[in-house]
């Protein structure tokens, strides 16, 4: 594998750099001396803060020779001594060999010419580095003329947490620097680079908080006493947890699950064990311990994490151990036990399942309408997909309670599910889209059916051998039908009639007829040869064969058959004749025979009637009557003949299409009001008739009753209307009168001879509000107008030629009874209590009315 470089610090342009901690995982070592191509050529004080020289030569020094003092990096990076045996002096790494004299007198022939003035002291670490075995690679260079007479050159590491130092190696094969050599033009500088290889126990990079690296030229083979040392920036370890989760799926009964985990404090944890935690029942439900594989891509992120280059793992576990409706999560755990017993580092990732799933789907489409398959479209989330990779749709007879097919849909993508559901990783390609053959199965009319969305983690048969997450949209029921009549029209050969038929209940009926039903009574039927309406297939997709639905027929029949409601019925049937095992739907009601009196105008002195006719049964019955009957007792009163007939009437046709010529059924008729309706309230019929005079072969339509002057003044006996009388016989004083007291008569006298007839008419529309007998009055009748109290006396010597009784409503015209006297006597008064009004019969102070004077202007308006 490629080296990992930790740091290279050639482009660093400052002079002195402090301790720097390093954010992910990079391990970074930094000095305080800038590098040779940006060099300050002015001469270094040897007491800088980042270096420190020890000389031991001359007797001065021979103490600490003897003492071999070992220099350390202190917390404030200056270089102090500590007093060591040399038995227990650091031991140099294996690179160190026996050669001293021969790098001694190498060097003094390189050193022919320098500037022996300069006393700084320079260096520079360029880079640090880990190789694929863990050991630590530091590339630099260190030049002095302090060095002119020590031959030995050391790199020492320091653990700057137990201050103790971790090892040391001796450079035994310096690298050429000419760079430093123009920069420094000091003892060596052109041979003053190195690239030693160190090893320093894993536990250390795993604990350590930082690290310093000195250079040491020493003029002893230890290393331990006369030497000259720079002490590099120390570097801050990194102690951060690094992992990442690649892919979780299952696959052939199993979780896997691949993915790696980096961290120095791993360096002294060789057992690598991949964990299932069910967060759910708070316990471990699988465990594996992982050979860990290259992970370059890791290495070249993290290239200071000493097993970053192997941290990729993959585990499978048995998913009978686990439920994946739990919240279960994968731990990364390196330990120093094989049980994880021991000390160990765990990285818990992102749970990968929630326990708490959002269990969403609804049913776009079902689509029968070819009436070959079953389409269906919509869409089902649930974030347990990710692990239940495998989406089948099943097609369940909820009636029989068994799957009756399965299909694997194609997935399709849906940002509107995702926009709504974003807690859900996988809402977005929630969509599905697929198609059931019917060939394959029957559906069965009448049954309930249910589009079951599953999602599991097996690939065979329906995926019930896996664990499953179902999604069971809202149940169909397989009798749907529907029909429309795009057109109803009736002519000579019978009724036309256009639209659409479809019933789930065709399946297996193949037969379709149209058959029409008069009162419920079949009068004629047509089979049909179905045509395709594409319209009728996407508004009606639910509805089995809905494509094959159109039909543009004349059921063939005599109009003059029609004589009550016409209903039209869609038939379905296996017998050919369509007589058996059929499945009908029956359209709304159609008159065959209908009408309306548009206006009804009663004037001073004419009638005037309009309005359409129309009826099946106008067939050769070309003339039209109206024909007014009294109301009460439906007797004929009049007829007249309706010329103007046969008006356009589109709206009659459009309302009315099952009736033939209804767009020409209009008529109007207006005449003077004939003294036998004057009067009365009557209904009026229209007749349409094959007789010129009215009678014969005919269709009736009646009105509502209609007043003629019913609410106007009237005289008893219509018949003579006014006619004549004699003084005594009217109202007030009159000559003739004198026998009366105060020679005052309260009303007037229609007397048999000049009044004939025995029928006396109501001269009033009103109620009747008494009927009695007085000595005087012979039995009498009253009738309250609302304004006037009427009395009828003097005509019936008995009750039962009295016709009315108390609380009856009458109207004008209206017989009160039989006259079998001489006379009928009426008077009117706005006095409506009769005994008081009674009082006053013989006083002219206005109780009583003139009758002759109210009924002649009651008459006039």
């Known amino acids: 594998m490629e080296e990992n470089i930790i740091f290279n610090l050639k482009n660093i342009t400052s002079k002195i750099l402090p301790t720097i901690t390093v954010c992910g995982s990079a391990l970074f070592l930094m000095h305080g001396k800038v590098s040779a191509d940006q060099i300050d050529n002015t001469n270094q004080n040897q007491n800088n803060a980042q270096t420190a020289t020890i000389n031991t030569e001359g007797s001065t ?41 021969a790098v001694a007198t190498e060097e003094t022939k390189q050193q022919a010419s320098y500037d022996t003035n300069d006393h700084g002291n320079y260096g520079w670490i360029d880079s640090v580095k880990l190789n694929d075995n863990g050991q630590v690679q530091i590339n630099g260079w260190h030049a002095t003329n302090d060095a002119a007479d020590k031959p030995y050159h050391f790199v020492i590491a320091y653990d700057n947490t137990t201050n103790s130092e971790l090892g040391r190696v001796r450079v035994d094969n310096p690298v050429t620097r000419n760079d430093v050599q123009q920069a420094h033009n ?24 930082s690290i310093n690296f000195v250079s040491r030229y020493s003029a002893s083979a230890s290393g331990n006493s006369n030497y000259t040392d720079f002490g590099y920036a120390p570097i801050t370890f990194d102690k951060q947890n690094y992992a990442y989760l690649d892919s979780v799926i299952v696959k052939d009964g199993q979780l896997q699950v691949t993915g790696w985990n980096a961290t120095n404090q791993a360096a002294n944890k060789k057992y690598h064990t991949i964990i299932v935690y069910d967060r759910t029942d708070n316990k471990v439900v699988a465990s594996q311990i992982v050979e860990n594989w290259a992970r370059p891509d890791v290495a070249e992120a993290y290239p200071n994490v000493i097993n970053a280059d192997k941290s990729g793992f993959s585990a499978s576990f048995d998913l009978s151990q686990l439920n994946l409706n739990h919240q279960l999560q994968i731990i990364s755990r390196y330990g120093t036990n094989v049980a994880g017993n021991g000390t160990n580092v765990d990285y818990y990732f992102t749970p990968i399942t929630n326990g708490n799933y959002t269990n969403q789907g609804n049913l776009d489409n079902f689509n029968i309408s070819d009436g070959q398959h079953l389409n269906v479209a919509g869409w089902h989330a649930d974030d347990i997909s990710k692990l239940e990779s495998n989406h089948f749709l099943i097609l369940f007879d909820n009636t029989t309670n068994k799957q009756v097919a399965m299909v694997k849909p194609d997935q399709i993508n849906r940002p509107d599910v995702a926009k709504v559901y974003q807690s859900v990783a996988t809402a977005g390609q929630s969509g599905f889209n697929a198609s059931f053959d019917l060939t394959n199965f029957n559906l069965t009319p009448g049954h309930s059916y249910s589009v079951v969305s599953r999602y599991s983690t097996s690939n065979n048969g329906n995926g019930g051998d896996g664990q499953y997450t179902d999604y069971w949209f809202k149940p169909v029921t397989f009798n749907q039908q529907d029909y429309y009549l795009d057109q109803v029209n009736m002519t000579n050969d019978g009724l036309h009639v256009a639209g659409w038929m479809a019933s789930d209940y065709s399946k297996g009926r193949d037969n379709a ?108 019955k070309p003339y039209q009557y109206l024909i007014f009957l009294d109301a009460t007792t439906g007797q004929e009163l009049y007829r007249q003949r309706v010329l103007d007939s046969n008006r356009s009437r589109p709206d009659v046709a459009a309302a009315n299409p099952a009736i033939i010529n ?19 309230t009557v209904r009026i019929i229209h007749r349409i008739t094959d007789d010129i005079n009215g009678n014969g072969n005919y269709v009736d339509t009646y009105s509502d009753p209609v007043s003629i002057h019913n609410n106007r003044w009237a005289w008893p006996f219509p018949s003579v209307g006014e006619g004549h009388f004699m003084g005594a016989q009217l109202f007030g004083v009159n000559a003739g009168g004198e026998f009366r007291q105060n020679g005052f008569h309260d009303g007037l006298d229609f007397g048999a001879y000049d009044h004939p007839g025995t029928q006396v008419h109501a001269i009033h529309s009103g109620t009747i509000v008494g009927v009695g007998y007085t000595a005087g009055l012979d039995w009498y009748v009253l009738e309250d107008t609302g304004e006037y109290l009427i009395v009828y006396q003097e005509a019936f010597s008995n009750r039962g030629n009295i016709n009315v009784t108390p609380g009856q409503k009458i109207e004008v015209g209206d017989v009160i009874g039989n006259r079998d006297t001489s006379h009928v006597h009426i008077g009117i008064t706005r006095e409506h209590n009769f005994n008081r009004a009674l009082a006053k019969s013989f006083t002219n102070d206005g109780t009583w009315l003139n009758p002759l004077e109210i009924i002649r202007n009651g008459l006039n308006g």
């Open 513 to 620: 007829y149209i058959i029409i039903l008069n009162d419920g009574k079949e009068i004629a039927r047509q089979k049909l040869d179905l045509f395709n309406r594409a319209d009728v297939a996407n508004a009606k997709a639910s509805i089995y064969n809905s494509v094959k639905s159109g039909f543009n027929t004349t059921v063939k029949f005599s109009p003059s058959l029609a004589t009550g409601n016409l209903q039209v019925l869609m038939r379905f049937s296996s017998d050919v004749n369509g007589n058996s095992d059929y499945a009908d739907q029956y359209s709304k009601t159609y008159a065959s025979n209908a009408s309306f009196f548009d206006s009804i105008q009663v004037s001073d002195n004419g009638i005037y009637v309009s309005g359409w006719h129309a009826s099946n049964q106008s067939a050769n």
């Open 61 to 101: 020094n021979s103490a600490s020779n003897n003492d071999s003092k070992a220099a350390t990096l202190g917390s404030n990076n200056t270089l102090t001594t500590v007093q060591s045996d040399q038995n227990s002096a650091a031991t140099v790494n294996n690179q160190t060999q026996n050669n001293t004299a």
């Open 662 to 680: 209804a767009d020409k059924s209009g008529y109007q008729l207006a005449f003077g009001i004939p003294s036998q309706l004057d009067h009365h």
């Open 186 to 209: 000091v003892y060596g500088a052109n041979k003053s680079g190195f690239y030693v290889t160190m090893n320093i126990n894993p536990d250390v990079l795993a604990n350590a908080d």
